[in-house]
């Protein structure tokens, strides 16, 4: 069994990470950080309550840390969880900069422990369903991929993290990030990248909206996002010289687990009738037309995959290495954006 502690008890600890660490029967939820009141005791009674982060990295007690905090704080806070001998989940981004990146897979690599990224968009409908179509070659040459990750919300959040013109902060670092892992495991490293960023909701606020092109030498991803649209359209849209698929709706996961509904239970994870995908290719001349329902996710595995890493029965599956790529790259679309210029990478 192995012992694991919590950064922070936000959405991401009380949604996400604590039902997933408590749904994996090889993993303990054993400390859980909150400087002020213990409200994460109202869900898990037995986990101990610490009020400061160097309290939990000197238990020696606690096998793995999850650096769920906001993003400024990722790289200081997983270096000294890895000096103190833990291995480190870190949510994305992974960190700010590519140094500080390089800087923690050399110190995990050096201290012998497993340091890992919750890219847990993979494992979520829209990335399987565009992946099987890819890998199925019923598109033929892929020409154009165009990803949306797009809702409507006019609030401002009290979250300088999000809504502040800071570093890392807004929906390019928070939502783009996943579509920019998803292109980066489905395509690898694009040529090149033009950005048009801006922000919607406040002049001086931080990104809310982004268009970016990415060159591929025969190949161009286009990632969309904007707080303000009502009415979506398909989420992934891929086209090739054989045919076009087109995504709608929406994994269910995150939405299950804000109601309590965790693996294991019920239904967990099951698609809805609005997640479906439209081929439609051509053959012989003869156009054909089918729908593909959605196909289930699954969150469950993340941490399943990062037992298995640590007791050395299998790889990991979530390597910084990757997640370092993809900050290489939003931070190569920002300095286009702020350019106004092909950046190439």
């Not at 598109?139 to 991929?145: D, T, Y």
């Not at 640590?310 to 990757?322: D, E, K, N, R, V």
Request: charged share 20%; aromatic share 8%.
């Amino acid at each position: 069994m192995l012992n694991v502690a919590l950064c922070s008890y936000g959405m991401s600890g009380k949604v996400f990470h604590a039902p997933l660490i408590t749904a994996e029967p090889r993993l303990k939820l054993h400390t859980i950080l909150q400087r002020n009141e213990p409200t994460a005791l109202a869900d898990y009674p037995n986990a101990k309550i610490v009020k400061s982060f160097d309290e939990l990295i000197a238990d020696p007690d606690i096998h793995l840390v999850v650096v769920n905090t906001p993003n400024e704080h990722h790289y200081p806070m997983t270096k000294a969880a890895l000096l103190a001998g833990k291995h480190v989940v870190v949510e994305k981004p992974f960190t700010l900069s590519l140094a500080e990146g390089n800087e923690l897979i050399a110190l995990a690599q050096q201290q012998h422990r497993i340091l890992s990224v919750f890219q847990n968009k993979r494992l979520e409908s829209d990335h399987l369903d565009a992946k099987t179509i890819i890998e199925s070659g019923s598109l033929g040459r892929i020409v154009e991929v165009e990803w949306h990750y797009d809702r409507y919300r006019t609030n401002i959040t009290h979250k300088k993290w999000k809504e502040d013109n800071l570093p890392g902060s807004g929906t390019w670092f928070d939502l783009g990030i996943h579509m920019v892992d998803s292109m980066l495991c489905l395509f690898g490293k694009p040529n090149a990248v033009y950005a048009d960023m801006r922000s919607l909701r406040r002049a001086e606020g931080s990104t809310d909206y982004f268009n970016t092109i990415f060159y591929y030498d025969d190949l161009r991803v286009i990632l969309r996002s904007s707080t303000y649209v009502s009415e979506k359209s398909a989420t992934v849209s891929i086209h090739g010289d054989k045919g076009s698929y087109l995504k709608f709706g929406q994994d269910v996961q995150e939405s299950q687990m804000m109601r309590g509904i965790i693996p294991g239970m019920e239904g967990w994870a099951q698609p809805g009738d609005d997640n479906y995908g439209i081929l439609h290719v051509h053959n012989n001349g003869e156009a054909q037309r089918t729908i593909i329902p959605g196909q289930r996710g699954y969150y469950e595995h993340y941490y399943h995959n990062i037992v298995d890493a640590i007791s050395g029965t299998a790889p990991l599956a979530f390597l910084p290495q990757q997640s370092l790529l993809g900050v290489e790259v939003l931070l190569a679309a920002e300095e286009s954006a702020k350019q106004q210029t092909l950046i190439r990478l």
